[in-house]
């Protein structure tokens, strides 16, 4: 009987080794598959265009493909929804947009920012209006008239985001009088205004640069603290002693529960990604905050504070 023991003993012990050395083994082989990299906007908007930058970036550190998968609807919530369906073994990440984690303000919210460990923000960049170029409104004092006395549509990116939560502010502290029309896919959203479906486009600066440039939309206010690069005659929230100034920001998570291992090894590869030239290009082009860039636990507090914040901001409007 005690040899049957210590043989059991000693069978138990060599198993829990190669249970240790397969742990070992696999977090140094991480990754040894390609990584989903989850987009759940529409292709070809802003945040398309950056996960796919990140994406690619993070494929040359990383060594191993990084496919872009776009999983719309619900205004990013069926991407959340996705992930957190998934086992939390790092190789499914996401993109998570300040228009999301407005979501994450409300008090019936079905996610909570501890449902994600955030790996980093990678661009914070103003927003706006803006309005066909050849609309015969030319000015935010155009349109304030104009929403004094009737309907002035909005194109945006949901009910509840940001773009609509802005929306109410006007409503609500000018007597406005605008309606928000929802559309996840961006392109959808910007040709809705092009093509005289809606009057008013809300979005930002850097993801509307062709438009801009070509003189298909024209922004009429920043919602910003200074004037915008490049769009100096165009007034900011700040100045004009608005309340609503919700920075907009693009970040990178993965399912809560992820191996500190797996996670820093993400965290480590976006840190270097912020080096490359290709990725200050990006910023450049996304008319983004120079600063942008944050990483692991700053990263997680400025979600956690950004939430916090727009919470607060919810609450005020509401009284």
């Known amino acids: ?7 059991r003993a000693v069978i138990g012990a060599l198993a829990i080794c190669g249970m240790l050395d397969a742990d070992i083994t696999s977090a140094r082989a991480y990754p040894e598959r390609p990584i989903n990299l989850i987009v759940p906007w529409g292709v070809g908007g802003g945040g398309d265009r ?3 930058v990140i994406a690619g970036l993070l494929a ?20 959340l929804n996705k992930v957190l369906n998934e086992p939390a073994d790092g190789y499914n990440i996401i993109e998570i947009t300040s228009d999301t984690y407005i979501l994450f303000a409300r008090s019936n919210s079905r996610f909570k920012v501890s449902d994600f460990a955030s ?28 929403a004094k006395s009737k309907t002035v549509t909005v194109a945006g990116s949901g009910i509840g985001t940001q773009s609509d939560v802005t929306v109410n502010y006007f409503n609500q502290d000018l007597r406005l009088n605008l309606v928000t029309i929802p559309f996840d896919d961006p392109g959808l959203r910007w040709t809705s205004v092009l093509g005289e479906h809606a009057d008013l486009l809300y979005a930002q600066f850097g993801d509307l640069d ?13 919602f910003a603290d200074k004037r915008v690069a ?4 165009i007034p900011t929230t700040k100045e004009l002693g608005y309340r609503i100034d919700i920075t907009h920001f693009r970040s990178f998570a993965v399912k809560a529960g992820t191996s500190a291992a797996l996670y820093d090894t993400l965290v480590s590869a976006m840190n270097a990604i912020a080096d490359s030239p290709e990725y200050n290009k990006m910023l450049e082009a996304q008319t983004a905050l120079p600063d942008s860039f944050m990483s692991g636990q700053r990263a997680q507090d400025y979600v956690q504070a ?14």
Not at 1 to 7: E, G
């Open 306 to 319: 950004w939430v916090a914040g727009v919470r607060n901001l919810l609450s005020k409007n509401a009284k």
């Open 1 to 7: 009987m005690r040899d049957i023991i210590s043989v």
């Open 119 to 146: 790996i980093a923000v990678v661009d914070q960049q103003p927003s706006g209006f803006f309005l066909r170029y050849d609309s015969p409104w030319k000015t935010w004092d155009d349109v304030l008239a104009a």
């Open 50 to 52: 950056v996960g796919r």
């Open 230 to 233: 490049g769009f100096p005659g």
């Open 210 to 222: 062709a438009y801009l440039s070509s003189k298909k939309l024209r922004p009429i206010l920043a």
């Open 60 to 79: 040359s550190k990383l060594g191993v493909s990084v496919p872009v998968i776009n999983v719309t609807g619900a205004s990013g919530q069926v991407g």
